[in-house]
């Protein structure tokens, strides 16, 4: 059977396979899960679990379901723990990856439509962009809704969910992100997209369907949920602020 990466070689190579990494936090209950069912929607793809410093058995559960596991030694983040497997991609030769979260929130079976779209180096699975019934509410969804506005106009291209962290990444932006993934609050999300931008590479988008999320607990609360606008302008100021990496570093 032929797969997205097939119809388009010149955007998703062959050479060095698919990456699908899970960063992960206390997700002993979802995440084996989720591995059987990226195996299930991508069996030719390689399978990285980033064990972000859980307490549960989180990273026993997923050796046992058949994934590689990195265990860091303690909690830094989304953005630390892509980071890590950014390097861990280039360092194994792979020439595309797709972060799924360990929640079950993200389908595994939408990587193929993130992997549809040609000419572009980050491909951004968004939720609000006509498909699902994925909602947010209250001060999170008004700064969404901003951040929107402003990174594309920043960007020069649509951004509906800016924040959303399921997406696929070519090798370019696979070594790009291994030197300069930023590690901070949001920088996993929003600034990525900026520095992406910046470096040269091209960014798009495209819709998906996103599952609420069954298992463990949520990274916002509604209390964070209060100062997450004052945030998200924090992080696009350091956005714009940052050294832009040079083309010679983007590959």
């Known amino acids: 059977m032929a797969s997205a990466a097939d119809a388009h070689p010149e955007q998703w190579p062959r050479t060095g396979g698919l990456l699908v990494v899970l960063p992960a936090l206390n997700e002993q209950d979802s995440v084996a899960r989720v591995i059987q069912e990226v195996r299930s929607a991508r069996p030719d793809a390689g399978i990285l679990v980033v064990d972000d410093g859980s307490t549960d058995a989180t990273a026993k559960r997923a050796q046992r379901a058949g994934a590689d596991v990195m265990r860091l030694p303690f909690n830094l983040g989304v953005g630390g723990a892509m980071r890590a497997a950014y390097r861990y991609a280039r360092d194994g030769g792979y020439s595309a990856v797709v972060q799924v979260d360990a929640d079950g929130q993200h389908d595994p079976t939408e990587i193929l439509q993130l992997m549809t779209v040609s000419g572009a180096d980050v491909v951004i699975g968004a939720r609000f962009a006509g498909r699902g019934q994925y909602t947010v509410r209250g001060p999170r969804r008004w700064a969404m809704r901003l951040l929107s506005c402003v990174l594309t106009r920043i ?68 209390l964070r949920s209060a100062v997450y606008l004052f945030r998200v302008v924090v992080a696009v100021a350091l956005a714009l602020i940052r050294r832009t990496p040079r083309a010679s570093e983007v590959g």
């Open 155 to 222: 960007l020069r291209t649509p951004v509906t969910d800016p924040t959303s962290g399921f997406r696929l990444v070519n090798e370019r932006a696979v070594a790009l992100f291994a030197e300069h993934y930023p590690e901070e609050y949001l920088g996993d999300t929003v600034e990525a997209l900026v520095i992406a931008h910046r470096a040269g590479l091209t960014i798009r988008q495209v819709p998906v369907a996103m599952r609420p999320r069954e298992t463990g607990m949520a990274s916002q609360n509604p």
